[in-house]
């Protein structure tokens, strides 16, 4: 009898394979055959594709073919235990190497799981044998975390599994670990064949150039906190959940643990079920929490980038990004929470108040994803900046506002198509805004009986008026603060003074007889 228990005992889950993870385990595994042992593999497949099951397979088959052990690391303690419990499913004896492990028995094991901070003290202290280690797997490869590893396992075959194989540090880009890429089933065709949910946008053009990017390429929490804190924009996110998603499982991603609070005190004192989560909480608190949405049908959890990776809840209808990323990779797993399928669902809810789906476009559209991980910068670089974005938003009078214009059939004023024709003309660049605010007056004018009524309109028009001066000072790039604060202001004088006026005239013109009086 030796000293090893038997790696591989029967298999607990009657979980069967399907046929692109039968190809994706065939590929991977050609690879062993045929490349270097100390060969470096990245595997590609979407959230929700199953990529835990891939793995677990593959070390049942690995070690069933190999008198070597294996390795899996994961970034965090929940996928830590989740794998573990996975590969046991799978009949795969394996010791989870955490901060509290005996590792005196250690020898009596082929298959570790390990999260990477731990792992990386173990190795440090020598408590782990790691000579005859022949496979590592590494999920959520993306993470750079795990690249301080690789030094100890320059003799092992090295798999990366993640669903975006575009690293999260721009100055580490995923190709200089991985010498190739296997890009498995793409999500258009996981929904197609009924693998993963279809996905219903609802998207709101977003004002966030007062956003900053931070170092690490993505905008700061501080600035994210800020904006996202203020009432307007706690009203916009409980108008859009009403409008999409009210009564429905819904889950809140937010960009700061201050803005994920807000956010739980504004939708509580509208009477609405929500809880709030973050990494402060203790392992009691979180399992409560998530035991409470699980079984509250109509749960809103509000959260911050804990529910990312590691968690699976189907029952999920609406995701609301209540942020703004120019991470791809978060992009996807935010969305990817959820397109779980099951029995009764089919579809989900993604509602977006940070302009992702303009900057990334739409999750289930295809990537070149060889491209990207060739080529991570060009890719990064023709990500549209956000005054680019907001160049092309057309503004829309909220529903209420839109009611007290009911007599115009169009309330829209194209600044930008006003300019080219007048500059085009060799006119000044102010005859836009006089004839801004002439269309303004008309529709203020076209909805009243007398001029006070026109004027409370144009009190109501803030928001509007506020959109056209932004494309005028980006049509004549000029937008210092104090200039845009003083052209907003005069923009109101010029209108109200018009008004008074030019009512009588204007109503005539519209009614085809003067006012009543």
């Known amino acids: 009898m030796t000293d090893i228990q038997d790696a591989i005992q029967e298999k607990k889950t009657d979980k069967e394979l399907y046929s692109y993870q039968k190809g994706a385990i065939d590929r991977i595994f050609d690879k062993f055959e045929t490349a270097p042992e100390d060969y470096h593999l990245l595997y590609q497949l979407p959230t929700g594709g199953g990529k835990t099951v891939i793995f677990s397979e593959i070390v049942r088959q690995y070690l069933k073919n190999h008198n070597k052990k294996v390795l899996v690391m994961t970034h965090r303690v929940e996928l830590c235990k989740q794998t573990s419990e996975m590969l046991t499913s799978f009949g795969v004896v394996n010791k989870v190497v955490n901060s509290t492990a005996d590792l005196s028995d250690q020898a009596k094991y082929s298959c570790f799981v390990a999260m990477v901070e731990t792992l990386n003290n173990r190795l440090n202290d020598n408590k782990l044998d790691i000579s005859d280690i022949g496979l590592v797997i590494i999920d959520e490869a993306h993470y750079n975390s795990f690249t ?41 065709s996981l929904i197609e064949n009924e693998f993963l949910a279809e996905v219903e946008v609802f998207q709101y053009n977003m004002g966030l150039t007062s956003l900053e990017i931070g170092s690490n390429g993505d ?56 809880m709030h989560l973050d990494n402060t909480a203790t392992k009691k608190q979180r399992k409560q929490i998530l035991r409470w949405f699980k079984e509250t049908p109509d749960a809103i959890l509000t959260s911050v980038s804990i529910l990312t990776t590691g ?115 060799g006119e000044s660049s102010k005859v836009v805004l006089e004839r801004s605010i002439a269309q303004h007056a008309y529709i203020c004018i076209e909805n009243s009986e007398d001029v006070y009524d026109a004027l409370g309109l144009a009190k109501m028009l803030g928001d509007d008026i506020d959109h056209r001066i932004e494309r005028y000072s980006q049509c004549i790039s000029k937008s210092t603060h104090n200039f845009l604060s003083w052209l907003r202001d005069d923009y109101r004088l010029k209108l109200r003074s018009y008004l008074r006026d030019n009512f009588d005239t204007v109503f005539e013109e519209i009614h085809g007889h003067p006012p009543q009086d």
Do not use: C
């Not at 706690?234 to 956010?263: C, M, W």
């Open 148 to 188: 301080k590893l690789f030094k100890f396992f320059e003799k092992s075959f090295i798999l990366g599994v993640t669903a975006t194989p575009l690293s999260s540090n721009r100055n580490l880009p995923m190709k200089d670990n991985y010498q190739e890429l296997i890009v498995g089933e793409s999500i258009e």
């Open 311 to 425: 968690f699976d809840e189907p029952t999920i209808d609406t995701i609301i990004l209540n942020r703004a990323t120019r991470s791809l990779t978060l992009y996807f797993q935010m969305i990817g929470r959820g397109s779980r399928i099951l029995n009764n669902k089919s579809k989900f809810s993604m509602i977006d108040l940070g302009n992702n789906y303009q900057r990334f476009g739409p999750w289930e559209a295809p990537l070149d994803w060889q491209a990207i991980f060739r080529s991570p910068d060009y890719y990064m670089d023709r990500l549209s900046s956000d005054e680019e974005l907001e160049s092309h938003f057309r503004y829309e009078m909220p529903e209420e506002l839109r009611a007290e214009f009911a007599n115009s059939k169009e309330v829209y004023f194209n600044i930008k198509e006003t300019y080219i024709e007048a500059t085009y003309k």
């Open 219 to 274: 905008y700061t929490v501080k600035s994210s906190d800020d904006l996202y804190s203020a009432v307007g924009m706690l009203d916009q996110l409980y108008q859009a959940y009403l409008n999409h998603s009210k009564g429905k499982k819904t889950l809140i991603f937010n960009n700061g643990i201050n803005t994920s609070i807000q956010v739980y005190y504004h939708l509580k004192a509208e009477g609405l079920p929500i």
